[in-house]
């Protein structure tokens, strides 16, 4: 019999969590003592008592190093709070399909990974999506005055093995492990959305064309392998780097322009009709892709059953979406940055598609972005319609205008710095004079019509969530955005965005940092991010 022990800890005041949990370095989880443990517990004691002796907790990761530790840590935290669990990294989708009480995700999803890596934490509810900020408040309020925690140390789980463990734990009923094959409970899934047999044919057929999928050692990797090639019949060597590692290989598991150059330099050498790339934990990396599907959806099986209800943004992400949800009457919501805030609206049924600046895309069919979902959604509208990316990319331009849109990442810069410089740019906008100031570089010259920092009123729960990112939007739609990102493990992220919408024919296949250039100036100009901060440019261009 597996006993309890009372371990007797103290608080630690930084773990709020963030967009995504809390994510720290691995070495501040492994050197501090109890860390883990009492995030652990903070999480657990959300869950009502009552329900933990009959509740079921999904966990699952991204493969990075320190998850297997903290699987055991977790497993024996739950056991000695009265909770069932089964791991899993498909969490959103396990949870609904079995009903869970929530889940326990284990990612720090596009950052580095290894013993000098990062580390992440994040709780999802019932529902399957991110806890909301009322639940993640209260975590961290527990977290702040935690004096102890309890733990079955005894207890071992073996992850290698598919099937239930039991155990006997005190005072408690048995205590059940279930290790599952996540990749076949999301491939049934995926079966009810997309019409296996039309994008079978569009990747093995006759006239099949070829793709090429870059898991970048993530946990994604063996979900491709099975649902792509094995299922659907791609060849082996359309998925690479597939096999998931605690390092991601010793590569930055982000896979934008300049973590995924390799994608970038083979797509440019005309072999492959399509290509992708995925983050850690399965969310795949581009802009537009959201408004694209949108405006395809009957390409889908799935929304020609449900209809579409609504779709949705984050706020600081490219404005493509609404040009496609005015153009087809679609309700359109504007939220912050965040899959909680998408979350509260599917549940309340008013939303099926949606996309967020950290270039997740995702639908209702879970509470999540999902990569995999988005790639097989853009070979279902190559299947329909019959024609290459790139057409079908020019097509939608020319008949929605086109959305030129670039963001930089300046990370782990001096945490004063980054606050002051944010501190000293509002109290530049909010002078009276800023609106209707004209900003002027090369031959473009903009007026200023807002100037805030974005605040959401929730149309679900009326909750409201201030702060959310500086805006400076000109007479023409265009934006420069300003944000501190939440999914940083050190020091802080400075995010910048601009946003520019042309529709004029001539200008629309025009390179994106061309045309964006002279925001971009101006928006270091007013901003003077790079003298406050010492940096001398981005840490990324997406």
Same mark, same amino acid.
């Given at each position: 019999?597996?006993?309890?022990?009372?371990?007797?800890?103290?608080?630690?005041?930084?773990? *709020?969590?963030?967009?995504?949990?809390?994510?720290?370095?691995?070495?501040?989880?492994?050197?501090?003592?109890?860390?883990?443990?009492?995030?652990?517990?903070?999480?657990?004691?959300?869950?009502?008592?009552?329900?933990?002796?009959?509740?079921?907790?999904?966990?699952?990761?991204?493969?990075?190093?320190?998850?297997?530790?903290?699987?055991?840590?977790?497993?024996?935290?739950?056991?000695?709070?009265?909770?069932?669990?089964?791991?899993?990294?498909?969490?959103?989708?396990?949870?609904?399909?079995?009903?869970?009480?929530?889940?326990?995700?284990?990612?720090?999803?596009?950052?580095?990974?290894?013993?000098?890596?990062?580390?992440?934490?994040?709780?999802?509810?019932?529902?399957?999506?991110?806890?909301?900020?009322?639940?993640?408040?209260?975590?961290?309020?527990?977290?702040?005055?935690?004096?102890?925690?309890?733990?079955?140390?005894?207890?071992?789980?073996?992850?290698?093995?598919?099937?239930?463990?039991?155990?006997?734990?005190?005072?408690?009923?048995?205590?059940?492990?279930?290790?599952?094959?996540?990749?076949?409970?999301?491939?049934?899934?995926?079966?009810?959305?997309?019409?296996?047999?039309?994008?079978?044919?569009?990747?093995?057929?006759?006239?099949?064309?070829?793709?090429?999928?870059?898991?970048?050692?993530?946990?994604?990797?063996?979900?491709?392998? *099975?649902?792509?090639?094995?299922?659907?019949?791609?060849?082996?060597?359309?998925?690479?780097?597939?096999?998931?590692?605690?390092?991601?290989?010793?590569?930055?598991?982000?896979?934008?322009?300049?973590?995924?150059?390799?994608?970038? *330099?083979?797509?440019?050498?005309?072999?492959?009709?399509?290509?992708?790339?995925?983050?850690?934990?399965?969310?795949?990396?581009?802009?537009?892709?959201?408004?694209?599907?949108?405006?395809?959806?009957?390409?889908?099986?799935?929304?020609?059953?449900?209809?579409?209800?609504?779709?949705?943004?984050?706020?600081?992400?490219?404005?493509?979406?609404?040009?496609?949800?005015?153009?087809?009457?679609?309700?359109?919501?504007?939220?912050?940055?965040?899959?909680?805030?998408?979350?509260?609206?599917?549940?309340?049924?008013?939303?099926?598609?949606?996309?967020?600046?950290?270039?997740?895309?995702?639908?209702?069919?879970?509470?999540?972005?999902?990569?995999?979902?988005?790639?097989?959604?853009?070979?279902?509208?190559?299947?329909?319609?019959?024609?290459?990316?790139?057409?079908?990319?020019?097509?939608?331009?020319?008949?929605?205008?086109?959305?030129?849109?670039?963001?930089?990442?300046?990370?782990?810069?001096?945490?004063?710095?980054?606050?002051?410089?944010?501190?000293?740019?509002?109290?530049?906008?909010?002078?009276?004079?800023?609106?209707?100031?004209?900003?002027?570089?090369?031959?473009?010259?903009? *007026?200023?019509?807002?100037?805030?920092?974005?605040?959401?009123?929730?149309?679900?729960?009326?909750?409201?969530?201030?702060?959310?990112?500086?805006?400076?939007?000109?007479?023409?739609?265009?934006?420069?955005?300003?944000?501190?990102?939440?999914?940083?493990?050190?020091?802080?992220?400075?995010?910048?965005?601009?946003?520019?919408?042309?529709?004029?024919?001539?200008?629309?296949?025009?390179?994106?940092?061309?045309?964006?250039?002279?925001?971009?100036?101006?928006?270091?100009?007013?901003?003077?991010?790079?003298?406050?901060?010492?940096?001398?440019?981005?840490?990324?261009?997406?």
């Amino acid at each position: 019999m597996a006993k309890i022990t009372t371990v007797k800890t103290k608080p630690y005041t930084d773990q *709020k969590p963030g967009t995504s949990g809390l994510r720290k370095r691995v070495t501040v989880f492994q050197q501090n003592q109890h860390y883990a443990e009492n995030f652990i517990q903070s999480i657990i004691s959300v869950i009502e008592p009552a329900e933990r002796q009959t509740a079921t907790l999904v966990v699952g990761g991204d493969g990075r190093f320190f998850m297997k530790d903290a699987i055991q840590l977790i497993v024996q935290i739950a056991a000695a709070n009265g909770n069932g669990i089964m791991s899993t990294p498909a969490v959103s989708c396990v949870i609904r399909k079995i009903k869970a009480v929530g889940g326990i995700i284990l990612t720090a999803s596009h950052n580095p990974g290894g013993p000098n890596g990062d580390f992440g934490i994040k709780y999802n509810i019932s529902s399957g999506g991110p806890a909301p900020e009322g639940i993640t408040n209260k975590i961290f309020e527990i977290s702040k005055g935690l004096q102890e925690y309890h733990i079955c140390p005894e207890l071992k789980v073996d992850l290698s093995k598919i099937g239930k463990q039991t155990f006997d734990v005190d005072t408690f009923k048995p205590f059940t492990v279930e290790i599952v094959d996540s990749v076949d409970a999301y491939a049934e899934m995926l079966r009810g959305i997309f019409d296996f047999a039309a994008l079978k044919e569009l990747l093995s057929g006759a006239n099949h064309i070829n793709v090429r999928l870059d898991a970048m050692h993530g946990v994604v990797g063996p979900y491709v392998k *099975k649902i792509v090639c094995e299922e659907l019949g791609s060849p082996a060597n359309s998925a690479v780097n597939c096999v998931p590692q605690e390092d991601f290989g010793g590569h930055h598991p982000d896979p934008n322009l300049t973590y995924a150059a390799d994608l970038v *330099k083979t797509m440019k050498g005309g072999e492959y009709d399509f290509g992708a790339a995925f983050d850690a934990d399965g969310v795949i990396k581009s802009e537009t892709w959201w408004a694209v599907i949108a405006a395809n959806v009957t390409s889908i099986p799935y929304f020609q059953k449900t209809g579409v209800k609504g779709l949705a943004r984050s706020m600081p992400t490219s404005g493509a979406l609404d040009n496609v949800a005015k153009a087809l009457k679609m309700p359109l919501y504007e939220s912050p940055t965040g899959w909680k805030f998408f979350g509260n609206l599917m549940d309340a049924g008013k939303l099926s598609l949606c996309g967020e600046e950290s270039f997740g895309t995702g639908s209702d069919h879970i509470r999540e972005k999902d990569g995999l979902w988005a790639v097989l959604a853009w070979l279902s509208i190559l299947a329909t319609r019959k024609q290459s990316v790139e057409e079908i990319m020019k097509d939608h331009w020319q008949k929605f205008g086109r959305n030129f849109f670039t963001r930089y990442d300046y990370e782990e810069v001096d945490s004063d710095a980054a606050n002051k410089m944010i501190k000293d740019l509002e109290t530049v906008m909010f002078d009276a004079s800023f609106i209707g100031k004209k900003f002027s570089s090369g031959d473009k010259t903009y *007026k200023v019509t807002v100037a805030d920092n974005f605040a959401y009123t929730d149309p679900v729960d009326e909750s409201v969530s201030k702060n959310q990112g500086l805006r400076i939007i000109f007479s023409d739609c265009s934006r420069i955005i300003f944000r501190l990102s939440g999914t940083g493990s050190a020091g802080a992220t400075i995010r910048l965005y601009i946003d520019s919408y042309e529709k004029d024919p001539q200008k629309i296949d025009q390179d994106p940092q061309v045309m964006l250039a002279p925001l971009v100036d101006i928006a270091l100009k007013v901003s003077h991010l790079h003298e406050k901060t010492g940096r001398t440019g981005p840490t990324v261009i997406t």
